[in-house]
């Protein structure tokens, strides 16, 4: 290791030696280097056939790390200064559920906001933890959920002692942080882990002036989607542990739910990217910023829409923002922030990451273009000018409090029934219900349905958001707990 430094990095280093020496294949994939599947190497390219190979000697192991893959996680975890990282080939979604497995068994609390994503909640499921939510301040004029206040973090904390871990998003989709450092203070305080779910936070660790870091602010574990702003490719990421984190049972907890087959174009992704803003990132994310901030500046200009930032900080749940983050406010257009995703792709090819209720998000990265944010500019423009209506009749609620009454595992596998979603009201749902994106639920399971919830989630299938996690896809029914 002594020798190797961020300029390498040698999972890639290896793969290309590998592909020089022409070994022949009596392995899987099946597909040979391509050439048993001519269509698929014609659309992919034979450079991606040749290195979609499978563990052996020269290319370590994923499960079980001694040479390249091992060397690539120490430079990974120099690069964000953690005492260690595992390269992640099954997205955010398993270096989250890893940390709370590795945090939690069965019965166990865990301290969390109740705007994590799906991923946290699948985790409670699958661990049997019991959550202890945290509602989050809402900002009522934008309707989104912002980060946790530290006074109601340390209630929860007062109220359940024993709880094992405190889980915080940093920051949210929208770009809010929490304030981490104390959250984290507090949690060490009462010997409890700080699991920090950083999928939207990959930037932090290689910009300036972002906020600060879960592994700069003393937590344990970080979920890091690489695959985000960090420029690799869709599904790898990077799970990040503390000193305090004993990684070696961290793995065996990893390999409890990971392919013991990982694709090493995800692997070498990550490594590459990893290079790539060890050694650049800082100019990388502040050409990100400016066109973001340009963005902001012109959109803000239009009239109408609000495209939000810094002046939204206050000191506690809204306590830093992420000016990467272009997420605008449309309800003032007669807009819900759906329908202005929805007419961006149908009117102007322009697809964004995500629009909701009342705000969209565009994500920015150094790989766009000026005359490309001159176009959704333009385009936003437009959109106001053709298809603007009254603010009058708009729900402007983003996010609802749920009432919990059965753990998530015990409602997920309890004997349910399907319901019409209208005759819900009352009944104690046994399923996940949530725009994706963002992926956080309205309605996880062993939540009150409420007449609130219910006009909720007909007005967002209405407008048209893509619903996702109930058994009946079309979402015309509901399982509920058959008590
Ligand atoms: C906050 C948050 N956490 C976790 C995830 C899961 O990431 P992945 O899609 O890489 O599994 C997402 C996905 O968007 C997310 O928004």
């Known amino acids: 290791m002594a020798e190797l430094s961020q300029v390498n990095a040698p999972i890639y280093e290896a793969l290309r030696k590998f592909r020089r020496m022409r070994v022949v294949p009596f392995d899987v994939p099946g597909h040979k280097r391509g050439r048993g599947n001519m269509e698929l190497t014609e659309f992919l390219g034979e450079?991606?056939?040749?290195?979609?190979?499978?563990s052996m000697k020269p290319l370590d192991n994923l499960c079980h790390p001694v040479s390249v893959i091992k060397d690539a996680e120490m430079l990974a975890a120099e690069a964000f200064g953690a005492a260690h990282a595992f390269f992640?080939?099954?997205?955010?979604?398993?270096?989250?559920?890893?940390?709370?497995?590795?945090?939690?068994?069965?019965g166990d609390k865990i301290i969390m906001p109740r705007n994590v994503h799906r991923s946290a909640i699948n985790a409670i499921i699958l661990t049997g933890a019991?959550?202890?939510y945290v509602n989050p301040d809402v900002n009522h004029k934008l309707g989104i959920a912002l980060g946790m206040s530290v006074a109601q973090v340390e209630q929860a904390i007062l109220d359940n002692p024993d709880a094992k871990a405190i889980m915080v998003n940093n920051p949210t989709y929208y770009?809010?942080?929490?304030?981490?450092?104390?959250?984290?203070?507090?949690?060490?305080?009462?010997?409890?882990?700080?699991?920090?779910?950083?999928?939207?936070?990959?930037?932090?660790?290689?910009?300036?002036?972002?906020?600060?870091?879960?592994?700069?602010?003393?937590?344990?574990?970080?979920?890091?989607?690489?695959?985000?702003?960090?420029?690799?490719?869709?599904?790898?990421?990077?799970?990040?542990?503390?000193?305090?984190?004993?990684?070696?049972?961290?793995?065996?907890?990893?390999?409890l739910t990971q392919t013991t087959s990982a694709s090493y174009l995800l692997l070498s992704s990550l490594d590459i990217s990893r290079k790539r803003l060890a050694?650049?990132?800082?100019?990388?994310?502040?050409q990100t910023v400016e066109m973001a901030e340009y963005a902001r500046s012109e959109i803000n200009e239009i009239g109408g829409y609000y495209a939000y930032s810094r002046e939204l900080i206050n000191g506690d749940s809204i306590y830093d923002f992420d000016v990467s983050k272009l997420s605008i406010y449309t309800l003032p257009i007669g807009l819900a922030g759906i329908e202005v995703y929805d007419l961006l792709r149908d009117e102007y090819d322009i697809q964004i990451e995500f629009g909701d209720i009342g705000n969209v998000l565009a994500y920015i990265s150094v790989g766009d273009r000026k005359r490309d944010i001159e176009r959704l500019i333009?385009?936003?423009?437009?959109?106001?000018?053709?298809?603007?209506?009254?603010?009058?009749?708009?729900?402007?609620?983003?996010?609802?409090?749920?009432?919990?009454?059965?753990?998530?595992?015990?409602?997920?596998?309890?004997?349910?029934r399907s319901l019409p979603l209208d005759e819900t009201a009352g009944e104690v749902c046994s399923e996940f219900v949530m725009c994706y994106p963002p992926g956080i639920p309205i309605l996880a399971p062993g939540e009150l349905i409420t007449p609130e919830i219910i006009e909720y989630i007909k007005y967002a299938k209405e407008k048209g958001c893509q619903m996702t996690g109930t058994e009946d896809l079309s979402i015309e029914r509901l399982n509920v707990l058959d008590i």
């Not at 450079?47 to 499978?54: F, G, K, P, R, S």
């Not at 950083?198 to 930037?203: D, N, P, V, Y």
């Open 47 to 54: 450079d991606c056939m040749n290195v979609d190979v499978n």
């Open 88 to 106: 992640m080939v099954g997205g955010t979604t398993s270096a989250v559920q890893s940390m709370i497995m590795y945090a939690c068994k069965e």
């Open 130 to 132: 019991v959550p202890v």
């Open 175 to 255: 770009g809010i942080c929490s304030d981490l450092k104390k959250i984290t203070e507090l949690a060490h305080a009462h010997g409890m882990l700080v699991l920090v779910d950083e999928a939207h936070g990959t930037h932090f660790y290689f910009g300036e002036n972002f906020p600060v870091t879960a592994m700069a602010a003393g937590a344990d574990c970080a979920s890091v989607s690489m695959h985000k702003s960090g420029g690799s490719l869709t599904q790898s990421s990077f799970l990040l542990m503390g000193k305090n984190i004993n990684s070696d049972y961290m793995r065996q907890v990893i390999n």
């Open 279 to 286: 050694l650049g990132g800082r100019e990388i994310f502040a």
């Open 378 to 416: 333009s385009a936003l423009a437009e959109i106001k000018r053709r298809f603007g209506k009254s603010e009058a009749n708009m729900l402007t609620q983003e996010y609802i409090s749920p009432v919990v009454a059965e753990t998530p595992r015990k409602a997920f596998y309890s004997t349910k």
